[in-house]
């Protein structure tokens, strides 16, 4: 699987933006998909993750209610919807994904368990 983000941009303080993340390859469906964030000069964190058939999302404290993960598994696609976004969102961000069988995403917060990796997007929140 190679993964190809898109959709990062410049949006203003309470702004939106949405992230997508296009998977190749036929398995896309065992894939544990996650997003993490790199600000300048700081190490990368983790943003959200979510399950391989989408029932379970896992989200940091810093985005929780702001952001929703999603996938369509049709169209090999996770997807970061970003609302109410604040000059701290500002990053490149990146999708990540690991084929695992568990169901347990909680555990995918770190990028260390990541197995494959996007190029990353850039958003850049203005106050």
């Known amino acids: 699987v190679q993964l190809q983000a898109s959709g990062g941009g410049l949006v203003q303080a309470g702004g939106s933006l949405r992230l997508s993340c296009a998977a190749s390859?036929?398995?896309?469906?065992?894939?544990?998909m996650g997003w993490f964030r790199q600000a300048p000069g700081k190490e990368r964190v983790f943003v959200a993750a979510?399950?391989?058939?989408?029932?379970?999302?896992y989200y940091a404290d810093s985005v929780k209610g702001r952001f929703t993960i999603s996938r369509d598994n049709d169209k090999n696609t996770v997807y970061l919807q970003m609302n109410s976004l604040k000059p701290e969102d500002t990053a490149v961000y990146y999708c990540?994904?690991?084929?695992?069988?568990?169901?347990?995403?909680?555990?995918?917060?770190?990028?260390?368990?990541?197995?494959?990796w996007g190029q990353g997007t850039e958003v850049t929140v203005s106050s």
């Open positions: 990540a994904a690991v084929s695992t069988a568990s169901s347990r995403i909680s555990y995918y917060t770190s990028a260390g368990s990541y197995d494959l």
């Open positions: 390859g036929r398995t896309f469906s065992s894939y544990v």
């Open positions: 979510i399950s391989r058939i989408g029932f379970n999302t």
